[in-house]
């Protein structure tokens, strides 16, 4: 059983930046593929960022690219999303989940919804014009 718990929301001004963090039970982080979706009202979640489960690589949905960075602490059992020039339109929950039912240790990242099978509660951002 994995647990997952979001920190860091909070309000913001657009052009400022958050720091998202993941509070992950066990060895998750550095072991299977984690990543960062978000929620806005009325809409899908929708893919933020992701990491592979060696930590080597990320991927980023094209409206974040260049502003937000995906990383992580295996020592801490952590993961961040740091969030820079923050517009509008970031406004949402944002939720970390893991893909334990990939394997290990791979060099892929995911985007996909179905593929990762533990949320954490949420964490809502709200930036401002």
């Known amino acids: 059983q994995v647990q997952l718990e979001e920190s860091g929301g909070g309000l913001v001004q657009a052009g400022g930046s958050l720091r998202l963090s993941c509070a992950t039970s066990?060895?998750?982080?550095?072991?299977?593929?984690m990543g960062w979706f978000r929620q806005a009202p009325g809409k899908e979640r929708e893919f933020v960022a992701g990491?592979?489960?060696?930590?080597?690589?990320?991927g980023y949905a094209d409206s974040v690219k260049g502003r937000f960075a995906i990383s992580g602490d295996a020592a801490k059992n952590m993961m961040y999303l740091q969030m820079n020039t923050l517009k509008p339109a970031d406004t949402a929950v944002y939720y970390c989940?893991?893909?334990?039912?990939?394997?290990?240790?791979?060099?892929?990242?995911?985007?996909?919804?179905?593929?990762?099978?533990?949320w954490g509660q949420g964490t809502q951002v709200t930036v401002s014009s």
């Open positions: 989940a893991a893909a334990t039912g990939r394997p290990p240790y791979t060099v892929r990242h995911y985007s996909r919804t179905l593929d990762y099978d533990y």
């Open positions: 990491i592979s489960g060696s930590g080597g690589n990320t």
């Open positions: 066990g060895r998750t982080f550095n072991r299977y593929a």
